[in-house]
C-alpha cells in the first residue's frame, strides 16, 4: 500500500469513527421534545442534499447548510447532528453514492456540527428564547464560521488524499464559491429560525426561494461548464479541418499538462496549461484552407497570415472571463526564447511559463505527427530536436521536464 492509500484509508478511518460515535452518543441526547416535526427537517434536508452544486475541484455544495445551522438553534446539538447524519445518509443512499460517502458525509457533518454546537453554547446566553437579533446574533456568526471552516476543512482533506492534489491547492481553488455560497446562506438560516419561532410550520415558506437559489447557482455552474465544451468542440472542428492535425490539441493539452506538473506547479496552474493547450490554435478559424491545407511550404505572405492565429485566438477567447488567465498562454504559443518567435518577439522569461510550455508540448506533437508535406519523426528524434533548440526557441527548464515527464510515460506504456 503506497503512503497516499495508506494515509486516505487512516483519515477515513479517523472520521468515520469520530463521526459514528458522536451519533452514537447523540442519538442518547436527542431532544424529544419536537420529534414529530424531525421528518420535516429530514424531508427538507433530503431535498436539497440531493442536488449537491459541483465546484471547479472536486469538491461540492449544498443548500443543506442553511438547514444544519437553524437546527443547531433550534432543538440544539444533538438534534441537529441526528437530524443531518439521518437526511445526509438518505440522501446518499437514494443518490446510489457508494457506502464509503455514506459514511464520510455523516461523520464530517457530526464532528463539524459538534464543534459548531460547543462554540454556540460557549458563546450564547442562556435565555427562555430560542433566538433574539441582539443577543444571539453573534454567537450565531462564530458559530457558522466555526461549522463552515471544519466541513470545509475535513472535505478537502479527503478530496486531496483522493484526488492526490496538494490540500492547499484544493482549499485556493474552492475557497472563493464555497464562501460566497455559504455566507449567502447563513441569513436564510437566520430567517428559518426567526419563521419557526412564530410558527413551527411555516418553515416550508423558505423552500421556494432556497430553490430558485439553488437552481440559479446551478445554472450559473452549467453555463461556465458548457460554454468551455463549447469552445474546445469549436477548437477540435478547426484541428480537424486538416485530417493531419485532427486532435493535436488534445495532444497538446495531455503533453502540456505533463511538463506542469513535473514542474511541479500548482493545481491551477496544471489546469490553466491543460485549458490553454485545448484552445490554443482555435484562431486558425481565421486562416483560410487554401493557406491552412496547402501541401507546400507557403510563401511569405502566407506565413504572415498564418501567424495571425495566435492573436485571433485571443480575440475570440478575450469576451470570455474563464479564459482570463490563459489567454497569454494562447497568444505567446509561438514566441522563442531568442526572441525570434511571434507575434511580439518576447524573449526568455517575458514570456510566460504556460506559453512556454505550450511551445514544447506544440511542436513535439507537429513533429511526432504526420504532415501533408512531410512523414512523422520518432518520439527518440523529436526529442533530440528539443534538446538541440533548447535555448535558443525553447526554454531548456520546460524541455528537461518533457523529457522526464516522456520517460516516466514511457516505462508506463511499457509495463
Ligand atoms: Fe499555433
Same mark, same amino acid.
Given at each position: %500500500?503506497?503512503?497516499?492509500?495508506?494515509?486516505?484509508?487512516?483519515?477515513?478511518?479517523?472520521?468515520?469513527?469520530?463521526?459514528?460515535?458522536?451519533?452514537?452518543?447523540?442519538?442518547?441526547?436527542?431532544?424529544?421534545?419536537?420529534?414529530?416535526?424531525?421528518?420535516? @427537517?429530514?424531508?427538507?434536508?433530503?431535498?436539497?442534499?440531493?442536488?449537491?452544486? *459541483?465546484?471547479?475541484?472536486?469538491?461540492?455544495?449544498?443548500?443543506?447548510?442553511?438547514?444544519?445551522?437553524?437546527?443547531?438553534?433550534?432543538?440544539?446539538? @444533538?438534534? *441537529?447532528?441526528?437530524?443531518?447524519?439521518?437526511? *445526509?445518509?438518505?440522501?446518499?443512499?437514494?443518490?446510489?453514492?457508494? @457506502?464509503?460517502? +455514506?459514511? &464520510?458525509?455523516?461523520?464530517?457533518?457530526?464532528?463539524?456540527?459538534?464543534?459548531?454546537?460547543?462554540?454556540?453554547?460557549?458563546?450564547?446566553?442562556?435565555?427562555?428564547?430560542?433566538?433574539?437579533?441582539?443577543?444571539? =446574533?453573534?454567537?450565531?456568526?462564530?458559530?457558522?464560521?466555526?461549522?463552515?471552516?471544519?466541513?470545509? #476543512?475535513?472535505?478537502?482533506? !479527503?478530496?486531496?488524499?483522493?484526488?492526490?492534489?496538494?490540500?492547499?491547492? +484544493?482549499?485556493?481553488?474552492?475557497?472563493? %464559491?464555497?464562501? #460566497?455560497?455559504?455566507?449567502?446562506?447563513?441569513?436564510?438560516?437566520?430567517?428559518?429560525?426567526? #419563521?419557526?419561532?412564530?410558527?413551527?410550520?411555516?418553515?416550508?415558506?423558505?423552500?421556494?426561494?432556497?430553490?430558485?437559489?439553488?437552481?440559479?447557482?446551478?445554472?450559473?455552474?452549467?453555463?461556465?461548464?458548457?460554454?468551455?465544451?463549447?469552445?474546445?468542440?469549436?477548437?477540435?472542428?478547426?484541428?480537424?479541418?486538416?485530417?493531419?492535425?485532427?486532435?493535436?490539441?488534445?495532444?497538446?493539452?495531455?503533453?502540456?499538462?505533463?511538463?506542469?506538473?513535473?514542474?511541479?506547479?500548482?493545481?491551477?496552474?496544471?489546469?490553466?496549461?491543460? %485549458?490553454?493547450?485545448?484552445? /490554443?490554435? #482555435?484562431?486558425? !478559424?481565421?486562416?483560410?484552407? *487554401? =493557406?491552412?491545407? $496547402?501541401?507546400?511550404?507557403?510563401?511569405?505572405?502566407?506565413?504572415?497570415?498564418?501567424?495571425? /492565429?495566435?492573436? =485571433?485566438?485571443?480575440?475570440?477567447?478575450?469576451?470570455?472571463?474563464?479564459?482570463?488567465?490563459?489567454?497569454?498562454? +494562447?497568444?505567446? /504559443?509561438?514566441?522563442?526564447?531568442?526572441?525570434?518567435?511571434?507575434?511580439?518577439?518576447?524573449?526568455?522569461?517575458?514570456?510566460?511559463?504556460?506559453?512556454?510550455?505550450?511551445?514544447?508540448?506544440?511542436? &513535439?506533437?507537429?513533429?511526432?505527427?504526420?504532415?501533408?508535406?512531410?512523414?512523422?519523426?520518432?518520439?527518440?528524434?523529436?526529442?533530440?530536436?528539443?534538446?538541440?533548440?533548447?535555448?535558443?526557441?525553447?526554454?531548456?527548464?520546460?524541455?528537461?521536464?518533457?523529457?522526464?515527464? @516522456? $520517460?516516466?510515460?514511457?516505462? /508506463?506504456?511499457?509495463?
Amino acid at each position: %500500500m503506497n503512503k497516499q492509500k495508506f494515509l486516505f484509508n487512516f483519515y477515513y478511518l479517523l472520521v468515520s469513527i469520530l463521526g459514528g460515535l458522536i451519533f452514537i452518543y447523540s442519538l442518547l441526547k436527542v431532544n424529544l421534545d419536537f420529534l414529530y416535526l424531525y421528518p420535516l @427537517w429530514i424531508v427538507l434536508f433530503v431535498a436539497f442534499e440531493m442536488r449537491p452544486v *459541483s465546484l471547479d475541484v472536486k469538491g461540492q455544495v449544498t443548500l443543506g447548510f442553511a438547514l444544519n445551522l437553524a437546527i443547531l438553534m433550534i432543538y440544539g446539538t @444533538w438534534s *441537529s447532528i441526528i437530524v443531518t447524519g439521518i437526511g *445526509s445518509s438518505m440522501a446518499d443512499i437514494i443518490g446510489k453514492r457508494g @457506502w464509503q460517502k +455514506v459514511i &464520510f458525509n455523516s461523520s464530517q457533518y457530526s464532528i463539524s456540527l459538534l464543534i459548531a454546537g460547543m462554540v454556540y453554547s460557549k458563546l450564547s446566553p442562556v435565555t427562555e428564547e430560542i433566538f433574539s437579533i441582539s443577543q444571539h =446574533i453573534i454567537p450565531f456568526v462564530f458559530t457558522a464560521i466555526a461549522f463552515v471552516v471544519i466541513n470545509f #476543512l475535513l472535505v478537502a482533506v !479527503i478530496v486531496s488524499l483522493s484526488f492526490e492534489i496538494a490540500l492547499l491547492d +484544493v482549499i485556493k481553488m474552492d475557497l472563493g %464559491m464555497m464562501v #460566497l455560497f455559504l455566507t449567502s446562506l447563513a441569513p436564510l438560516s437566520l430567517l428559518l429560525v426567526i #419563521l419557526y419561532t412564530s410558527e413551527p410550520f411555516s418553515v416550508i415558506l423558505i423552500v421556494p426561494p432556497l430553490a430558485l437559489a439553488h437552481k440559479g447557482f446551478e445554472n450559473y455552474l452549467k453555463l461556465r461548464k458548457q460554454t468551455r465544451a463549447t469552445i474546445e468542440h469549436l477548437a477540435d472542428i478547426v484541428d480537424r479541418r486538416d485530417k493531419y492535425t485532427s486532435m493535436h490539441s488534445t495532444r497538446v493539452a495531455v503533453y502540456a499538462e505533463r511538463i506542469a506538473k513535473e514542474m511541479g506547479l500548482s493545481y491551477e496552474q496544471v489546469e490553466n496549461v491543460s %485549458m490553454a493547450g485545448k484552445v /490554443h490554435d #482555435l484562431g486558425k !478559424i481565421g486562416v483560410r484552407d *487554401s =493557406i491552412l491545407l $496547402k501541401p507546400k511550404a507557403l510563401i511569405d505572405s502566407e506565413v504572415e497570415e498564418m501567424k495571425k /492565429h495566435t492573436e =485571433i485566438g485571443y480575440y475570440m477567447l478575450q469576451p470570455l472571463e474563464m479564459y482570463k488567465d490563459v489567454l497569454a498562454y +494562447v497568444l505567446f /504559443h509561438h514566441e522563442r526564447m531568442d526572441g525570434k518567435g511571434y507575434p511580439r518577439g518576447l524573449k526568455y522569461n517575458s514570456i510566460p511559463l504556460g506559453a512556454r510550455i505550450l511551445a514544447v508540448a506544440d511542436s &513535439f506533437d507537429a513533429m511526432t505527427s504526420d504532415r501533408l508535406y512531410r512523414k512523422a519523426m520518432s518520439e527518440e528524434q523529436a526529442m533530440k530536436e528539443l534538446m538541440n533548440n533548447k535555448g535558443t526557441q525553447f526554454d531548456p527548464q520546460v524541455v528537461e521536464a518533457f523529457i522526464k515527464s @516522456w $520517460k516516466k510515460e514511457k516505462k /508506463h506504456r511499457e509495463r
